[in-house]
């Protein structure tokens, strides 16, 4: 393999570069009038790629911060005179690579040319302390939050850290109660997804094989992974099992909570037990698949999408990932448990209490959130939009649609959050840590209580 960067990092280096020269023109740094280094001096400056710094100019040409002069090279316009206010976005890297939300912001400054924004991505894991650390240090205005997220903030009682918002009445009511605790909104929904299962719908077309449907049981698809184990040679079913967004749904899936003062309580409980092993014989009763072969989810999709696996566990955020993969594929509701539950994965946008910048961030969050950008966010994304109407509207598609992409409308009563549980979120990671002997077929149950009674504080 060579050292060409993935379409995600070239991404993230694009926007470093364009964010660095927008900073450094609103502030004067480099003056109107004067003219930018050469391509390949800026390409030495940022260690990035002629190609790369071409892509950056453009954007700054659109933006009208700089125009093109023939045979002389790119000037810094006036542009950044009428700008009166800036915003600090930062975004989780699955947003960032999004093409539909690339769009928005683009669209966002060419109607908000007096508001300028400047990105920068922010993690999934220590988040709470990452943005108390870049708020505290004025780096971010606005924030993506997700519903685990939210969680941690609330279980530290760090929400005040961000500006309570009015509840969205053109969202799904669902998609606002993930937001908000004791009656106040502190983010607004951007986009969300239920877990769900996706197959390859010619191979089962071939194999003359039912396809799934909401009847399915863990017991069928494992029936029918080890069929097609047997006849074609490749998974059956594979999924991030040890994944915080998949495992919990096998929990979920038993009439079983955690004592949220005392976790450990609970460790005996046989319906805990039958829920892992369940979500462990998945992987192994069709016979040869290691539960490590992936590393994330991103990897499951990877794995289907070079059709060595007929179904995985995946959200609408991951059908970003399949592009055009050279067969048709179809979604379904997951198997169920005792009970027919799945996990609803929500995004929103907070706005730092703390900014300065505060009007400007409404102002962005406002527009995201509209019905005109969510309609553009579901003609160039696979994301299901917050807004309602936008979400449930057809054509414009720029995408291949599997047909039964609106099943997320029928399976809502099934949706539940990471909060089901009953189990604090360090506790839930605790949990996940410690049974990866168990996954990996290396322990049973009695060793991993015993490690979990003393890791439960």
Not at 86 to 107: H, I, Q, T, W
Not at 427 to 450: C, G
Request: proline letters at 5%; glycine letters at 6%.
């Amino acid at each position: 393999m060579g050292n060409k960067p993935d379409r995600l990092t070239f991404q993230n280096r694009l926007d470093e570069i364009v964010t660095a020269l927008r900073r450094d023109i609103g502030s004067g740094t480099r003056r109107n009038g004067d003219y930018l280094p050469s391509e390949r001096m800026l390409a030495e400056q940022f260690q990035a790629s002629v190609k790369m710094v071409r892509r950056a100019l453009h954007i700054l040409v659109s933006d009208g911060l700089v125009e093109k002069v023939p045979r002389v090279g790119n000037r810094i316009t006036g542009a950044s005179g009428r700008q009166t206010a800036s915003v600090k976005l930062g975004c989780y890297p699955s947003v960032m690579d999004n093409a539909g939300f690339r769009e928005l912001l683009n669209r966002f400054r060419q109607t908000h040319p007096d508001i300028r924004v400047d990105t920068l991505t922010v993690p999934y894991v220590n988040y709470k302390q990452a943005i108390e650390l870049y708020m505290d240090n004025d780096i971010l205005d606005a924030v993506t939050l997700n519903g685990m997220n939210f969680l941690e903030m609330a279980e530290a009682d760090a929400l005040e850290r961000f500006e309570p918002l009015s509840v969205r009445a053109e969202c799904y009511p669902f998609l606002n109660r993930a937001f908000i605790r004791d009656g106040l909104l502190y983010a607004a929904p951007f986009v969300f997804s239920p877990v769900v299962l996706c197959y390859n719908k010619d191979l089962f077309r071939e194999m003359r094989i039912p396809e799934p449907d909401s009847s399915w049981t863990w017991e069928t698809l494992m029936d029918v992974s080890c069929k097609i184990k047997r006849e074609r040679d490749l998974f059956g079913f594979y999924a991030h099992i040890s994944s915080v967004n998949r495992f919990p749904i096998f929990l979920m899936q038993q009439p079983f909570r955690f004592d949220k003062d005392d976790p450990s309580a609970g460790l005996d409980d046989p319906r805990l037990w039958e829920s892992l092993r369940r979500c462990r014989e998945v992987i192994y009763r069709q016979g040869g698949a290691p539960a490590f072969l992936s590393e994330t989810d991103a990897d499951a999709e990877t794995v289907f999408a070079q059709q060595k696996a007929a179904m995985i566990m995946t959200t609408y955020y991951s059908l970003n990932q399949l592009g055009r993969v050279p067969f048709e594929y179809d979604l379904a509701p997951l198997p169920h448990g005792q009970l027919a539950k799945t996990l609803l994965l929500v995004t929103g946008f907070g706005i730092n209490r703390g900014s300065a910048n505060k009007e400007a961030a409404r102002i962005l969050v406002d527009f995201l959130t509209s019905e005109s950008s969510q309609t553009l966010m579901r003609q160039h994304s696979y994301d299901i939009p917050a807004h309602k109407l936008a979400a449930e509207q057809s054509g414009g598609e720029t995408l291949f649609r599997p047909s039964r992409y609106s099943m997320y409308r029928e399976i809502v009563p099934t949706f539940g959050g990471h909060e089901d549980l009953n189990l604090p979120m360090d506790e839930l990671d605790t949990l996940r840590n410690e049974l990866r002997m168990f996954w990996a077929n290396m322990e049973e149950p009695e060793e991993v209580v015993r490690r979990l009674r003393e890791a439960f504080v």
